[in-house]
């Protein structure tokens, strides 16, 4: 049965359009079909990072609003059949997407894939809500310090009363991937612990994505981490959690850190 899929936060460049690629490429690396969905009218950033940025003819908005049919505006990936991109519109704005409208985009996309990755813009706004709407599961992306912490606890209690699921009284897993950690610096009090970030937004440990150069190199040559450096620290943590996402039990593994800590960590709040 097909899953959608929200990637979302609160807080604006905490790496959700990362995420996006990286999670999409992965359960497609795994055998899965795989769309991923820009959201971010207007502002729309996972056509480069996918490296489909001339390939656009057709987007979310045309879909919606039956100027084009869903076909006509997917994007097969070049170098993964099993993943597909349904890109936003650069020259609207959110106003464009109607309930109906992505409600109808969101059924065809279940009848054709196994998984529909949306990449939600940040905020709380309209955009943010139809991104998750129709979520079935949702992976809410923080960074280890305190404003992007408390904006992903808003969005969580948003999860939890504007979808689709929320209001039938049906429940929506929800997942934390913690973005561009670093244990060093943890360590020293410069940014939250994992500890202390799990105890504050209180929902399963999916990834723990750590600080690399690889993500920002991947970003712009326009290719998934996943497919680009994928034995990098933050391949390995997005092919994990891809891995998680379809029911398979993985160590997590958060690279520096003791080992000690991590057994602790993993059987109480991973995925």
Not at 255 to 259: A, G
């Given at each position: 049965m097909a899953k959608v899929l929200v990637v979302t936060s609160g807080k604006g460049g905490v790496g959700k359009t990362t995420t996006t690629a990286a999670l999409g490429a992965a359960l497609a690396q795994g055998g899965q079909s795989v769309c991923v969905v820009d959201f971010d009218v207007g502002l729309r950033n996972l056509d480069l990072v996918m490296g489909a940025e001339r390939r656009v003819v057709y987007d979310l908005i045309n879909v919606v609003q039956g100027d084009a049919k869903l076909p006509q505006a997917l994007i097969r990936d070049k170098r993964l059949d099993t993943l597909s991109l349904l890109p936003a519109s650069q020259t609207r704005d959110k106003d464009a997407l109607t309930d109906a409208g992505v409600a109808r985009v969101i059924a065809e996309l279940r009848e054709k894939f196994d998984w529909i990755v949306c990449d939600s813009p940040a905020g709380i706004e309209r955009g943010a809500t139809l991104a998750m709407r129709h979520a079935d599961v949702a992976v809410v992306v923080t960074n280890p310090e305190v404003s992007s912490v408390r904006d992903s606890d808003?969005?969580?209690?948003?999860?939890?009363a504007k979808t689709a699921r929320a209001e039938k009284g049906e429940s929506l897993d929800k997942h934390l991937i913690l973005t561009r950690y670093d244990p060093a610096r943890a360590e020293r009090g410069e940014m939250l612990k994992i500890d202390d970030v799990l105890e504050i937004l209180s929902i399963p440990l999916l990834a723990v994505v750590p600080e690399s150069e690889e993500v920002l190199k991947a970003s712009n040559v326009g290719s998934?981490?996943?497919l680009n450096a994928p034995q990098s620290a933050p391949a390995r943590a997005y092919a994990d959690a891809a891995r998680r996402l379809r029911g398979e039990?993985?160590?997590m593994v958060v690279?520096?850190?003791?080992?000690s800590f991590l057994t602790k960590l993993f059987p109480r709040r991973a995925a």
């Open positions: 808003r969005i969580i209690g948003l999860l939890d998934p981490v996943t039990s993985v160590a690279p520096s850190e003791r080992r």
